[in-house]
């Protein structure tokens, strides 16, 4: 029996984040906030990732150092917590304000909260994504029906909150605090990329239905209420796929390639194409033997009906769609006629894209 090829098994698993980045304010600060101690530090050309995962730079941060009450920010600006910074009280965080937060790689920032009043918008950065030095956020809410990170008062609409990674551990002890957000129906934008999210407690560990998540774990827990199951919001989707293909066949049999367990959200296409640099000058597929005798061969569908040529989809799923799998099934035909005995060999290459 002819061989074809042999080829490494290919598995992906991809979570694949779409936006735009932040933009880098190259500004120095416009002074020192109150609540920020007049010794802060000031570190230069301090490095984050975007929400894409783009290494960016910030030029001038402002450091966030423990202190034993509330840390109010009233200037517009970045920050940036380096180590462990314990805060025995909230992050407040005033009225028509940017505030962007970078946490440092073995970074731990222990808190009471975050408030962002509605007019405010809160940026917080990571310099690594999902892993074991990715800074941490640990939140621990005691005190009325406040959410973890939220408005400026109980039930009051956020500002946008924007968390483009780092590792949070959010506790809420009010039967009718949230996680993140207010409430679901007075929470205003709230984003979530490439971040690491375990909420408890409160009104079912909820996380606000305004919210949009990609490529982030996120874990909740508590209480249910009013007999609902605490969800996280159905919104635009992380990519996970994982696409399996044969290491080699033989000629004149058949084999099978997979793409399973694929979530996509609206805008994005997985493709699976097929491709070959063992092809002569009409592009048709060939083998060749140690002597350098040529076959051509074909490949097909297994009824023989469609003929897959170079650099053919093979598979292709357009989202939106929920954990779907898709099978095509594939056979190599010799379609030449055998003149010399030998081994004979060929290669086919699979690639697997994802586009917009």
């Not at 970078?102 to 970074?107: F, G, K, R």
């Amino acid at each position: 029996m002819k061989r074809l090829y042999k080829s490494a098994a290919v598995l992906c698993a991809l979570l694949v984040a779409a936006s735009a980045g932040f933009a880098v304010s190259n500004s120095p600060l416009e002074s020192i906030p109150y609540g920020i101690t007049a010794n802060a530090a000031t570190v230069s050309n301090v490095a984050y990732l975007d929400k894409n995962g783009n290494p960016l730079t910030c030029a001038s941060a402002t450091t966030i150092d423990s202190q034993n009450d509330n840390l109010t920010i009233n200037t517009n600006g970045w920050y940036v917590v380096q180590g462990t910074v314990t805060i025995n009280g909230k992050i407040n965080i005033d009225t028509n304000r940017t505030v962007n937060i970078i946490l440092a790689d073995n970074s731990y920032l222990d808190i009471q909260g975050i408030d962002v009043p509605a007019s405010s918008t809160l940026n917080i950065y990571s310099q690594s994504f999902h892993g074991q030095s990715t800074g941490t956020v640990n939140i621990v809410r005691n005190t009325g029906p406040n959410s973890g990170i939220n408005g400026d008062k109980p039930n009051a609409a956020s500002g946008t909150i924007n968390i483009y990674g780092g590792a949070f551990t959010i506790t809420v002890k009010h039967h009718k605090a949230y996680g993140i957000g207010a409430n679901q129906s007075s929470s205003q934008n709230i984003n979530i990329n490439n971040a690491d999210i375990a909420v408890t407690g409160g009104a079912g560990a909820y996380i606000s239905d305004k919210t949009t998540v990609y490529n982030s774990n996120i874990t909740h827990g508590g209480t249910v209420v009013n007999g609902n199951t605490p969800v996280i919001p159905d919104k635009p989707c992380s990519v996970v796929f994982t696409v399996t293909i044969p290491a080699d066949t033989v000629i004149n049999s058949t084999f099978q390639v997979k793409a399973e367990n694929v979530t996509l959200p609206a805008n994005r296409t997985l493709k699976v194409s097929m491709s070959s640099d063992d092809i002569d000058t009409d592009d048709n597929f060939i083998m060749t033997s140690a002597e350098g005798a040529q076959l051509k061969y074909k490949v097909t569908s297994t009824n023989g009906v469609t003929n897959y040529a170079n650099n053919a989809s093979v598979i292709q799923v357009t989202g939106a769609v929920t954990s779907v799998t898709r099978t095509v099934d594939l056979k190599t035909v010799l379609d030449d006629e055998v003149i010399y005995s030998g081994d004979y060999t060929g290669h086919l290459t699979f690639t697997v894209s994802l586009t917009q």
